[in-house]
């Protein structure tokens, strides 16, 4: 559109494609929300949101940023629950090595964009690179208020009450903070923000992280950002403090004690293992360990 | 058509060099104060291939854009709309984006700051300048800053003061300041300490 003279082709990669799926107009829109939600941490900027290929709740939103996003050059890392090799996760990367002829990879350190759904990668980011979060439900306070009207409103009066009484209401029923996922934070001191429903665990992440983290939600259409090195605080008490899940056991595959383990049963009298939901970090571990 | 004599070249490879722009924005945006080189762009007129590659990139029949007199020309506006297509509007309330340059910081008042609602409808200022150093160090702190940078953009004292009037967070103004082919962003959510005098 922007060429006077030449008619380029609709993609690069020689396909029926535009270069990552959506066209032109689309991806500016998305553009320009993504920077007001860059300019304004926390803050969710409503878009208008495609119909993308595959069903809401796989990752359209997710899908959406990373499209708007992607550049030629770019290396897409996708995971799934830390995974790469879920459904999810596989499609999504074949979707934009089809659509937009990136490479792709799983080893966390040499992507530059990582979409995810619900975790955070153990192996610590870098500056160069952003992670694209697929989320659900943007709205934190849609549990306790569903009326988008009043959410609004509550947001711009930093009327944040209500999220400690139902943090209060887990002490009160369980004897401590309950929520285990999608545990809500405080951006950069004013907005309180989902993190989309990756563990409390990874919560710590957030916090003055040097890549830049974009949140897309599809159904939703609201995209919503955290710079790098921003302060993200997960909201607690004085007397409950904030903290994350912790195991006795380690990673049965690597002996990791310090990553997320997900439970696995692994045989009819109940018998249960843990190993790392971080597929990329454990197998790194393996091969550095020797086993 | 083809001998429009208003009509000039834009990016050669439109998407390409869109996404480019586009992710220096975004990083110059998310990491307030550092400069960032943009993909080889023609000037346009007055506009530096800088300022003329995010009108490219960003613009389209969505974004009403203000410009300042001196950009305000039949040649940029001809390109503008044949390139980007969007209207160009006379009043600044209008604007979803605005071009400036360093004589129009005197008064940023009239541009859309968003509501407490929607802080995202607000004007986002592209302000074209001789250089992205060389001026009075500010300190620059908040999200994308790890502690503290020293940013030394050549601009008049009152443009600090302007801002400060026409925002109160999380209302504002974004600001692109370009210069050549390469631009810097300052966020709104940037917090701008008071200009520090040198000894000498």
């Known amino acids: ?21 959506l066209d032109e107009q689309t991806k500016r829109m998305i553009r320009r929300g993504l920077l007001k939600a ?26 959406q940023v990373t499209a708007a996003i992607l550049g030629g050059d770019d290396v897409l890392k ?13 499609s999504i990367r074949r979707f934009f090595s089809r659509t937009a002829g990136v490479a792709t990879t799983t080893r966390t350190p040499e992507a530059t964009v990582i979409q995810t759904r619900h975790r955070v990668p153990e192996t610590p980011l870098s500056n160069d690179q952003i992670l694209v979060f697929q989320v659900p439900i943007p709205e934190p306070l849609r549990f306790i208020e569903p009326a988008e009207t009043e959410t609004r409103t509550m947001h711009a009066l930093r009327d944040y009450g209500v999220m400690h009484v139902k943090l209060y209401e887990d002490i009160a029923t369980f004897g401590h903070i309950a929520t285990a996922y ?44 955290v710079p790098p090195y921003t302060r993200v605080v997960s909201l607690d008490f004085e007397d409950h403090p904030f903290a994350v899940q912790r195991w006795d056991e380690c990673c049965a595959v690597c002996g990791s004690r310090d990553s997320f383990l997900d439970e696995l049963i692994i045989d009819d009298a109940g018998g249960k293992r843990f190993v790392c939901s971080d597929t990329d970090y454990c197998r790194q571990r393996q091969q550095e360990t020797g086993q | 058509m083809s001998d429009a004599p208003y009509l ?12 480019q722009t586009f992710r220096a924005a975004l990083r110059a945006l998310a990491e307030p104060g550092l400069a960032r080189p943009l993909p080889p762009t023609p000037t346009l007129e007055r506009l530096a291939p800088a300022t003329y590659a995010l009108c490219l990139s960003l613009l389209d029949a969505d974004t009403p854009v203000w410009l300042a007199p001196a950009f305000d020309t039949p040649v940029v506006r001809a390109n503008l709309s044949f390139h980007c297509g969007c209207p160009v509007v006379e009043r600044r309330e209008q604007a979803a984006f605005a071009v400036l340059d360093a004589g129009d910081l005197a008064d940023l008042s009239g541009f859309p700051l968003g509501s407490e609602r929607y802080p995202d409808q607000s004007c986002t200022l592209l302000v074209q300048l001789e250089r992205l ?36 967070f999380p209302r504002g103004l974004d600001v692109f300041f370009t210069a050549g082919q390469a631009l810097l962003g300052l966020p709104r959510s940037t917090r701008c300490l008071a200009p520090i005098r040198e000894a000498s």
Do not use: C
């Not at chain 2, 000039?8 to 996404?19: W, Y």
């Open chain 1, 182 to 225: 999608a545990y809500p934070v405080t951006v950069d001191d004013r907005y309180v923000m989902d993190p989309s429903p990756i563990p409390k665990f990874d919560n710590p992440k957030l916090d003055m992280n040097p890549a830049l983290m974009l949140f897309g939600a599809g159904r939703e259409k609201r995209l919503y950002a």
């Open chain 1, 1 to 21: 559109m922007n060429a006077l003279h030449s008619q380029a082709p609709a993609s690069e990669t020689g396909d029926e494609y535009a270069f990552a799926y």
């Open chain 1, 38 to 63: 860059v300019a304004i941490p926390g803050y969710q900027v409503p878009f208008g949101g495609r119909e993308m290929p595959l069903p809401y709740g796989w990752g359209t939103g997710g899908m």
């Open chain 2, 8 to 19: 000039q070249p834009a990016f050669e490879r439109p998407a390409e060099a869109a996404q």
């Open chain 1, 78 to 90: 996708v995971i799934d629950q830390g995974a790469d090799d879920t459904t999810n996760a596989v």
């Open chain 2, 133 to 168: 150093d060389g001026g009075e160090p500010v300190a620059w702190q908040g999200p994308g800053i790890a502690g503290q940078r020293q940013v030394d953009l050549p601009l008049p004292g009152h443009f600090w003061k302007q801002r400060d009037l026409n925002g109160d």
